[in-house]
């Protein structure tokens, strides 16, 4: 994912694989991921040839579009006869660009039973019309309102994927192999830039127990070190956590663990049950670095409260990461330089930065469009997968000199003493602040 390096499992394709095997017993199922296992256009259409499947799913990112279109188009040409529909959150935010982009169907919204039911009924050779979740033809979605219960869903397919293939957050862990949880779905914040229609505003998560028996298994038969929990706010739920880091203290189980969360979601004493329990590190979504920054991305607190969350998690003993956006709408030369300086006061351990992306459907991308900020056309922003590109224009400013900022705040960031130390005393931190260097420096 863009210069950090990382990459992660495909959980959303490896949930529908393991509600489809459950489901429906015999079922024959194969995931593939190109970004993930590096596989070539030409091996992907080897994959598909040899398998011949029936029916195929491709999930759909807005600004991987392009790529998920061609991945259709390969299955189109390896297995002519096969259903192809898109799922994810392209699929949802735009389903009728799906249609006209070679799918034949889209899944809207949480994706197993949708699939699940399309695949039982193809086989049993009845037409997928009005099947609620999935859209045919223009117009013509019927919503699925239930959603599914947490603690219902099977244990993701890891099994069908070579599982070390994938490298975690550089300095977002403490130990290998690392491996990645989502234990909710949906977010009751409106952060204007999120794009959230998949699984909307409600917030459902699996219990402490079920938690606890996933992180069982990954330790256990897979080898885990480390879980990474990739939920957007892991500790939404403050009860969630605080028993979850009790059964964690009896299980006996030797794993640490991250998640990211807001900075107004946690305090002293979560913190402290958290490092107790093993959690290493904390990723804050802290997004805009002055209040007027996070006031126009309705972040809904201060910059005060982010200093207060990073001290905190700091005095439990658990690193901080912090996530930036640059290049919203409103920004100006002067509130860069002023953005960084509070970026070095809220003092993570480590930063993240990335521009603004206007994602379809969100406030932001309305925002930019209105104001005549959008500095690439809608077409652009389907292949627009790079977050150190801007997307959204800053008055005054080049793309050029943005992009330049955006690498002088890196080395401003890490170039003090107190950042300094501990990227270098973070596990892998020589090599990872050469990984690092070494991006900075083909940034250009
Ligand atoms: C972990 C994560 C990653 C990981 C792993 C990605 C992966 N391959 O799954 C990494 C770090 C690699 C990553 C990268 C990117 N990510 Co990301 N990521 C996430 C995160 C935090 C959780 C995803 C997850 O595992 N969820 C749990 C599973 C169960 O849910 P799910 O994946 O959404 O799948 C469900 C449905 O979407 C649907 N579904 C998904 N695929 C399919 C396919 C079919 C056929 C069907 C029927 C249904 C279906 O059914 C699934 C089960 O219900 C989400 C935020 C979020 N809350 O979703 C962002 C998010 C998905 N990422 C996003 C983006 C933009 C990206 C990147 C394009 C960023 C970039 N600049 O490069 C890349 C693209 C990666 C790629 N080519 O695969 C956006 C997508 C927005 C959009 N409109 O497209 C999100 C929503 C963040 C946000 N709010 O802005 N990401």
């Known amino acids: 994912m863009g210069r950090a390096g990382l990459s992660m499992p495909p959980l959303g394709l490896l949930a529908i694989a393991a509600y489809l095997r459950r489901e429906i017993p015999g079922v024959e199922v194969k995931v593939a991921d190109c970004p993930g296992s590096r596989l070539t256009p030409e091996a992907f259409a080897r994959e598909v040839l040899a398998f011949a499947p029936d029916v195929a799913g491709v999930s759909v990112y807005t600004g991987t579009f392009s790529a998920s279109a061609a991945a259709a188009a390969a299955v189109r040409k390896a297995a002519p006869k096969c259903f192809i529909a898109a ?3 392209h699929a949802t935010a735009r389903p009728e660009q799906c249609l006209a982009g070679g799918f034949d169907a889209a899944v809207i919204g ?12 193809l086989a049993a050779g009845v037409p997928p019309a009005g099947l609620a979740g999935l859209l045919l033809e223009a117009g013509g979605a019927v919503t699925r309102p239930d959603l599914l219960e947490m603690d219902s869903l099977p244990l993701p397919a890891r099994d069908l994927l070579d599982m070390t293939a994938y490298r975690p957050a550089l300095f977002g862990y403490r130990r290998l192999p690392v491996m990645s949880m989502v234990t909710s779905r949906g977010c009751p914040f409106s952060c ?5 229609e998949v699984f909307g505003s409600a917030y459902r998560a699996q219990s402490p127990r079920r938690v606890l028996e996933e992180m069982r298994v990954l330790a256990q038969t897979c080898g885990a070190r480390e879980i990474s929990f990739q939920d957007d706010t892991f500790t939404a739920d403050r009860g969630r956590v605080m028993e979850l880091c009790r059964l964690l203290g009896e299980s006996g189980l030797d794993l640490t663990w991250s998640c990211m969360t807001r900075v107004d979601l946690v305090d002293a004493e979560l913190l402290g049950a958290m490092a107790r329990s093993g959690c290493v590190s904390v990723a804050f979504g802290v997004d805009g670095a002055g209040d007027a920054a996070c006031g126009a991305m309705n972040k809904g607190f201060t910059v005060a409260r982010a200093r207060a969350a990073v001290a905190a998690a700091r005095a439990a003993g658990i690193a901080t990461r912090g996530y930036y956006i640059f290049g919203y709408p409103g920004e100006t030369r002067a509130s860069l330089e002023a953005a960084l300086r509070g970026i070095t006061a809220i003092d993570t351990d480590h930063v993240f930065f990335a521009f603004a992306h206007p994602f379809f459907g969100t406030p932001l991308y309305r925002e930019a469009r209105e104001k005549g900020l959008l500095a690439v056309s809608d077409e652009e922003l389907l292949d627009a997968h790079d977050n150190t590109v801007p997307l959204v224009k800053v008055p005054g400013m ?14 401003e960031y890490y170039l003090r003493p107190g950042p300094l130390l501990r990227l270098l005393a973070s596990p892998g931190g020589l090599s990872g602040a050469f990984r690092a260097a070494r991006s900075l420096l083909r940034w250009y």
């Open 110 to 121: 949480e994706g197993e039973r949708t699939f699940c039911e399309l695949v039982r009924r």
């Open 398 to 411: 080049t793309e050029r000199e943005l992009a330049g900022f955006c690498r002088r705040a890196y080395l």
């Open 87 to 89: 799922g994810g959150h």
């Open 192 to 196: 204007s830039f999120c794009s959230k």
